[in-house]
């Protein structure tokens, strides 16, 4: 959560409007409250406020701030409520040393209390206010900036991507653990971000930071250590991304989720030719797979819902596979034979960092699937399979939940012994869904925007899908949706139905006639019905019928309907899907 950019370039112009372009980028991160430092030899300006990045743009002329070296903030608050003094960049009591954080420190009270005790004043309730006092305690010390930076790093307990200018240096200290960090290599410009996308119209050469390391950026060179003080040889990771800064713009869409859901077929596509890329490695892991005593599949939100699917197939197939929330990790047991499938669009989320950590210790073999390349989850398995999805910049997760059920099903083909030729037409099967269902699902979306609450209701296969329903809808639309087993419906749930009360049936051909026992029950009480049906029709009110040619093609008509709903839903009612409130696209806080 939280966005950061710095940027030290030999000249200052065009830095300010440089660093609101990348803040842009970088909202999606956490959009509480927005700051600016810039830094032109020995003056250092901060200017920061409550609100999105274009009203604070606005009201605090971040447009007319000058200087060779930038930071920007955005923010997703942990410590402190959304305000105007929690806003980051935080400051040293002599103003000379200006800090953004992205992370949580367990230890800040203590640091804090004894900071206090030093006669250094606190301005914010943040957590990161400690550091800039850290820096500036041991610089008061005698120790020259970059040692004071890395004294108080070694100082902290938490997750942190840090960022720090001092004035008078045309150079950016940075330092990272648990939350990522990545450098940008620009013509006597470097960046250091978040996440590529923020710095993507700017350069593609990057070098990404691992954690536990620190180190400096100027201008025109980049020095990393880790933290027992070796020198890393930063040549030797030099990467050129292969995405497009337009793939990080909306090209004419009014939100990035409805691009990225008609981008779908384009990345799956992608998905499986990276897949035919590497079919060595898919053996590989499939062998190992078919080996192991558990198929542990940990995964949060969108991914879960992927992992799940892909379990519900693995146990079918008789594997003994497992779905695990992520934030409930401590709760399994993993051991020696083991073998875990972490999903992440993001590589970073903290509850799968935190399970497959736990699990590789107990000596299980880690298999990850993300989107982000050398994203931390990835950088720490066995094995890294990739989406290839691109950019995913909406909140709401849609492309990359098809492309995560494209390398699912890749996987699933080679244990069931399918032609994984068979995914091929997936892109198309994508693109038919849309012509053919999208506006029955604004349709759809409008009248459920309309509502209190709704139920999505599946069995087998579709229950993954209606829980990936409900979840959309209730996140950018903000209408309360509940996912239940068709025939658990009647233990409990339907006695909220009554007149007009809307249930959405997730049907994909499979189970159509128990799903229609459970639609009869649902009309009988007055319920208001809608269905997302392949190949069989199952009789709902209003009904949005794909067909498909094979059964493992089916969660591809259905993924973009699902979302098209809750994207059309959250339209009706004139909220941002991109920026559903309280969230934040990455979850990088336990
Ligand atoms: O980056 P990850 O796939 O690990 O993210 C997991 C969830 O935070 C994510 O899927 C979240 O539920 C989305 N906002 C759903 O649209």
Redesign the pocket.
């Known amino acids: 959560m939280c966005g950061i950019i710095g940027i030290t370039s030999l000249t200052d112009k065009n830095l300010a409007q440089i660093t609101v372009s990348c803040l842009e980028k970088l909202e999606y991160r956490g959009y509480d409250s927005v700051g600016v430092a810039s830094l032109q030899g020995s003056i250092l300006e901060v200017r920061k406020a409550k609100g999105t990045v274009k009203e604070v743009v606005q009201k605090k002329n971040i447009l007319s701030m000058r200087g060779n070296v930038f930071l920007g903030h955005t923010r997703w608050a942990t410590h402190g409520p959304p305000s105007d003094y929690n806003a980051h960049p935080h400051t040293d009591c002599s103003n000379s040393i200006a800090v953004i954080h992205n992370g949580t420190l367990k230890n800040f009270k203590e640091l804090k209390e004894s900071l206090i005790a030093l006669g250094h004043i606190f301005r914010s309730e943040t957590d990161t206010e400690v550091i800039p006092h850290l820096i500036e305690e041991y610089r008061k010390k005698g120790f020259d900036t970059f040692t004071a930076f890395k004294k108080a790093v070694l100082d902290l307990e938490g997750s942190y991507a840090i960022l720090a200018i001092v004035k008078g240096e045309n150079r950016i200290y940075f330092a990272k653990k648990d939350n990522p960090l990545v450098i940008g290599m620009g013509e006597g410009t470097n960046f250091v971000a978040s996440d590529i996308p923020a710095f993507l119209d700017y350069t593609k050469k990057v070098v990404i930071i691992n954690d536990g390391e620190l180190g400096y950026v100027t201008p025109t060179s980049i020095y990393i250590e880790d933290l027992r003080g070796n020198v890393i040889d930063v040549t030797k990771r030099i990467r050129i991304i292969d995405w497009d800064a337009q793939a990080a713009s909306k090209e004419g869409y009014p939100h990035f989720m409805l691009k990225e859901i008609h981008e779908s077929a384009r990345a799956i596509n992608d998905t499986i030719n990276g897949l035919l890329s590497e079919t060595e490695l898919v053996e590989e892991i499939t062998e190992r797979l078919k080996g192991s005593d558990r198929i542990i599949v940990i995964?949060?939100?969108?991914?879960?819902h992927a992992g799940l699917y892909f379990t519900i197939l693995l146990n079918r197939l008789g594997y003994t596979a497992l779905p695990v929330i992520?934030s409930e990790y401590y709760n399994i047991n993993a051991k020696r034979g083991d073998s875990v499938i972490a999903?992440?669009?993001?590589?970073?989320?903290i509850d799968?960092l935190m399970g497959i950590r736990k699990m590789k210790e107990k000596g299980a073999t880690i298999i990850s699937i993300?989107?982000v390349i050398d994203s931390a989850?990835s950088r720490e398995s066995d094995y890294k399979l990739y989406m290839r999805a691109g950019p995913e910049i909406g909140?709401?997760?849609?492309k990359?939940?098809s492309s995560?059920l494209a390398v699912l099903l890749f996987l699933y083909a080679y244990l069931a012994k399918i032609d994984y030729k068979e995914l091929l037409s997936a892109p198309e099967v994508i693109k038919n869904s849309i012509s053919l269902g999208e506006g029955i699902a604004k349709k759809v979306g409008e009248e459920l925007a309309l509502q209190k609450s709704v139920y999505y209701l599946g069995r087998g296969l579709s229950l993954p899908l209606a829980m990936e329903g409900a979840?959309?809808i209730k996140?950018?639309a903000y209408v309360h949706a509940e996912a239940y087993p068709a025939g658990e419906s009647k233990h409990g749930p339907i006695a909220l139905v009554e007149k007009g009360y809307p249930v959405v049936f997730i049907n994909d051909g499979e189970l159509t006639d128990l799903l229609e026992n459970n639609l009869h029950e649902m009309k009988a009480r007055g319920a208001k019905t809608y269905a997302i049906s392949v190949n069989k029709r199952l009789g709902a009110e209003t009904e949005i019928l794909i067909k498909v040619d094979k059964d493992i093609l089916s969660p591809f008509a259905i993924s973009p309907i699902i979302q098209l709903i809750a994207y059309y839903a959250s339209t009706a009612k004139s909220l941002d899907p991109d920026r559903?409130r309280n969230?934040a696209?990455?979850?990088t806080v336990e």
Do not use: C, D, M, R
């Not at 995964?299 to 879960?304: C, E, I, L, M, V």
């Not at 909140?395 to 849609?398: G, I, L, N, P, S």
């Open positions: 995964a949060a939100g969108t991914s879960y992520a999903i992440s669009q993001s590589g970073e989320t799968v993300t989107n989850i909140v709401a997760a849609t990359t939940f995560q979840l959309k996140e950018i559903p969230l696209k990455t979850v």
